[in-house]
């Protein structure tokens, strides 16, 4: 399948700074990615729709000012955690949909954050 | 939204087929069944997807009923690195953006 590439894999930020995650599709062109969120032992929560070179869509509760999401390229989105703060620990996944496969979505291996 | 239901844990031996169901009593006509898979600490790994007929690959095969009111993913010949949540989702179609929302999936567990 197609591969969808995470970095970092694991972060560790001080409580109001701002760290960025990127997500890119490696070898296929995405206009749509999508950002998920999964606390322990639980689901992954849809955070927000990402696509090329607009805003990107935000599910009810997640806050568009905290979480900063840029699409800039179809190979390419970021999600920017400002200000952040312990319970913004979490692990968070991107998808990216591939068209030339049917509009599959394939997976990152995520990325861990911790606010200390 | 086609909603899923699915048996929170499952057990199977290893070399035996595993057979996971999953209920989408709402599903639409153009929606299609997509299975994933998440081995602990990793991002969800496509399995396989189909909208009416059933389906086979290289990792699993898809049976869908001919209501399509539900479905059974077989993993033929399960290994203990099968052992991993499985979800069964409808793809949502909203305002062109195809996304993905998971439910709380299977946890299956081959044993040795």
């Known amino acids: 399948g197609a591969v969808v590439s995470q970095h970092p894999s694991r972060v560790i930020c001080k409580s109001g700074t701002s760290v960025k995650i990127e997500c890119r599709s490696l070898?296929?062109?995405?206009?749509?990615m999508f950002w998920y969120r999964q606390f322990p032992k639980q689901s992954l929560m849809l955070m927000a729709t990402?696509?090329?070179?607009?805003?990107?869509?935000?599910e009810q509760g997640v806050e568009k000012d905290k979480f900063l999401i840029n699409h800039a390229s179809l190979t390419l989105s970021t999600l920017t955690v400002t200000s952040a703060h312990p319970e913004d620990s979490s692990f968070y996944i991107c998808s990216a949909s591939d068209r030339s496969s049917g509009n599959t979505i394939y997976f990152g291996e995520g990325s861990w954050l911790t606010v200390v | 939204d086609a909603k899923t239901t699915q048996p929170p844990s499952m057990d199977c031996a290893e070399g035996r087929a595993a057979n996971l169901p999953c209920n989408h009593s709402t599903i639409s006509g153009n929606e299609y069944v997509y299975w994933y898979r998440q081995i602990h600490s990793q991002g969800p790994q496509y399995i396989i997807h189909g909208l009416k007929n059933n389906e086979t690959n290289e990792m699993a095969s898809l049976i869908i009923t001919e209501d399509r009111k539900s479905s059974t993913l077989i993993l033929p010949h399960a290994t203990l690195r099968d052992t991993a949540v499985y979800y069964c989702i409808v793809r949502v179609l909203i305002q062109g953006a195809q996304k993905l929302v998971f439910g709380q999936g299977t946890r299956l567990t081959i044993n040795p």
């Open positions: 990402s696509n090329e070179g607009s805003k990107a869509t935000y």
């Open positions: 070898d296929f062109q995405a206009t749509t």
